[in-house]
């Protein structure tokens, strides 16, 4: 499902220079978009009518490449690598326009290694789930093109999603290094 990303240039290309696409992540169907362009980032929100308050997890090749700058994030990530796992910490440098009510990001390296070299070509990418909110998330790429149309500049087929596919757990970092269970 996965085997196409990391060699799609026109997909590369696109997330380089602000487009939004609709793929497969590790978990579910992500509206993806790069963190850092704030154009881009707009876009996904007007397409999902996301609570301008909520953050979006954001993916990532690598630990190193979050805006938390926090050695726990990559101590962590390779603890829970093999289940899908976001890791929400406080990023107080982060780019304004990706935090919201507070200073805390969420944070996710994918165990997939074609989407981690795409994310490696791209930078880090925000990835909330295919689906308007308030709507369930997508589990086909027909379902995704249902919700956004033309709102969205590409995508891209990675099979079904089965419905009892959950989204990736979520744990906040806390500064003493204490985790906290979330979902």
Same mark, same amino acid.
């Given at each position: 499902?996965?085997?196409?990303?990391?060699?799609?240039?026109?997909?590369?290309?696109?997330?380089?220079?602000?487009?939004?696409?609709?793929?497969?992540?590790?978990?579910?169907?992500?509206?993806?978009?790069?963190?850092?362009?704030?154009?881009?980032?707009?876009?996904?929100?007007?397409?999902?009518?996301?609570?301008?308050?909520?953050?979006?997890?954001?993916?990532?090749?690598?630990?190193?490449?979050?805006?938390?700058?926090? !050695?726990?994030?990559?101590?962590?990530?390779?603890?829970?690598?093999? #289940? *899908?796992? +976001?890791? =929400?910490?406080?990023?107080?440098?982060?780019?304004?326009?990706?935090?919201?009510?507070?200073?805390?990001?969420?944070?996710?390296?994918?165990?997939?290694?074609?989407?981690?070299?795409?994310?490696?070509?791209?930078?880090?990418?925000?990835?909330?789930?295919?689906?308007?909110?308030?709507?369930?998330?997508?589990?086909?790429?027909?379902?995704?093109?249902?919700?956004?149309?033309?709102?969205? !500049?590409?995508?891209?087929?990675?099979?079904?999603?089965?419905?009892? #596919? *959950?989204? +990736?757990? =979520?744990?906040?970092?806390?500064?003493?290094?204490?985790?906290?269970?979330?979902?």
């Amino acid at each position: 499902m996965f085997e196409k990303l990391a060699s799609n240039q026109e997909l590369i290309s696109l997330l380089k220079n602000g487009g939004v696409a609709v793929l497969r992540t590790d978990t579910l169907y992500g509206i993806v978009a790069s963190a850092d362009d704030p154009d881009a980032v707009e876009r996904v929100y007007a397409a999902k009518h996301r609570d301008p308050q909520k953050s979006c997890i954001i993916l990532l090749a690598d630990p190193k490449a979050s805006y938390a700058h926090s !050695d726990e994030l990559s101590h962590d990530i390779e603890l829970y690598h093999e #289940t *899908p796992t +976001s890791f =929400l910490i406080a990023s107080p440098d982060a780019p304004h326009w990706l935090l919201r009510q507070n200073d805390e990001l969420a944070y996710r390296v994918p165990a997939n290694q074609d989407l981690r070299e795409l994310l490696r070509q791209t930078g880090p990418l925000i990835a909330p789930s295919a689906n308007p909110e308030g709507e369930p998330p997508a589990q086909t790429i027909e379902q995704a093109k249902h919700y956004f149309g033309d709102m969205v !500049d590409m995508y891209v087929d990675g099979g079904v999603v089965s419905a009892d #596919t *959950p989204p +990736s757990q =979520l744990l906040r970092i806390h500064p003493d290094g204490s985790q906290e269970r979330l979902r």
